[in-house]
């Protein structure tokens, strides 16, 4: 299976995004205007017509609506593939405040994906807001979790960051299962900007009591 | 000085968003629009005209642009009042992709804020995502090390997460500082909703090397 092929429909594989074009296109807009809205130096006059006209956008879409964001089957045990969260926050395809990230979970078991953030995400001076970073790597963590196909929140996170982590670079965040021990399963991740770790990450995801283990153990634990 | 009253421009205070309302206005309906988005059920036809429509707008802010997102003096040491990030991506007033928190500091040194998180930030069903704990509890503990006239970045950040945290409920976030040593300030977190604790937080914020600290200490260690 190659990374951006199509993946067929069933259990343990992921969705094929191209049924949902339109979706998935207008929430790619969505994430064109934000930036543009962020950065914007048009006169006062024009700020109020846009915002008038975009609430004309919000009504029209409105029109129909459902209660909770659009959501896909999640992969299973022993995934191998890129992990599209179709509505998560983090890193969903359909979700316009996710950061525009799609995992791959090697045949290492191990998840790594790539991701540019511009200036919508500047914390202190030309860097990415640390409160992002903790965002991301619960994000790549969790979707690990997930693709091993375990049933488990966040018990715990510890972050560790060593050096600042730049905007406008590309940000490689990986993370590997290390254990599990009854209803834990602990997973370490990083963000390596220019080569260099910039936060190393530890997260206990625990499975609800009763829970049953698709699995007995992470493929590499 | 009430919560909600002007406040005067000066060193150690707020700046007044009544002076950027149209920009305010604006995020205020990016942000309207990605729930619009998230959430919507029109036909894939309408959905096409909607992008085609959405991406016009974009061009419109996009002839005159910034390369930064907009930003104001930060309160300094010994404010009190309501702090708000201007474009800060965690709580920014005029960033679209910013949670609409804007948080207070109180007399007891202590920061607190209310916000309520619909169905853009869901991780399990009716949760919100672990990793949006993670950026709030960031979100506000940085806030108030700046609040408390400390220049430093998050060092570590240590998240126990008690219970699920609700969509839909007003979540209570509060900060402390509980001890400055050196470049170190360490604050606790934690997020309350109808009543219980579901997240707890403990942040080590470290100055660089040579920054003058403002003042020796918080004002409640």
Not at 137 to 160: E, H, S, Y
Not at 177 to 187: D, L, N, P, Q, Y
């Amino acid at each position: 299976m190659t990374n951006d092929g199509p993946v067929p429909a069933g259990p343990g594989v992921d969705w094929d995004p191209a049924d949902h074009r339109d979706r998935a296109d207008l929430v790619e807009a969505a994430r064109r205007l934000m930036s543009a809205v962020a950065l914007t130096d048009v006169p006062p006059d024009e700020l109020r017509r846009v915002t008038e006209q975009l609430d004309r956008l919000t009504g029209r879409l409105t029109i129909a609506t459902r209660p909770r964001c659009l959501r896909f089957p999640l992969p299973t045990a022993g995934f191998q593939g890129r992990v599209r969260g179709s509505a998560d926050p983090v890193l969903g395809l359909f979700n316009p405040i996710a950061v525009p990230l799609t995992p791959t979970i090697g045949a290492d078991g191990t998840a790594r994906g790539t991701v540019t953030l511009g200036p919508l995400f500047e914390g202190p001076p030309e860097l990415v807001h640390g409160g992002y970073s903790a965002l991301l790597m619960d994000g790549i963590m969790g979707t690990l979790v997930r693709a091993l196909g375990i049933n488990a929140m966040t018990g715990t996170l510890t972050l560790r960051y060593l050096a600042p982590t730049p905007l406008d670079r590309p940000l490689e965040l990986s993370a590997r299962a290390v254990s599990r021990e009854g209803r834990k399963t602990t997973i370490e991740g990083r963000i390596t900007a220019d080569g260099r770790p910039t936060v190393l990450g530890t997260g206990i995801f625990v499975s609800p009591t009763g829970a049953t283990p698709e699995r007995p153990s992470p493929t590499r634990p």
